[in-house]
């Protein structure tokens, strides 16, 4: 069995994160989005509760 090395890149940003995953010869072996709630609690500014990065549900 061949094994496959591969670079992961990870991209966290305000709206949403993107992961992409590139073998060695530049071929795209994987990518995956996803976009979360993004709160404004005033202007100019943008937060994300870190479990959303997760999956997971933020509890009060």
């Known amino acids: 069995m061949s094994r496959l090395e ?10 949403g994160t993107k992961a992409i995953a590139v073998d060695a010869l530049g071929q795209v072996q994987a990518s995956a989005s996803s976009n979360y709630e993004m709160d404004v609690p005033k202007v ?5 509760h870190p479990d959303l990065w997760w999956g997971l549900r933020w509890r009060a």
């Not at 591969?6 to 709206?15: A, E, F, H, M, Q």
């Open 44 to 48: 100019g500014y943008a937060e994300q």
């Open 6 to 15: 591969v670079v992961l890149g990870i991209d966290v940003g305000t709206s």
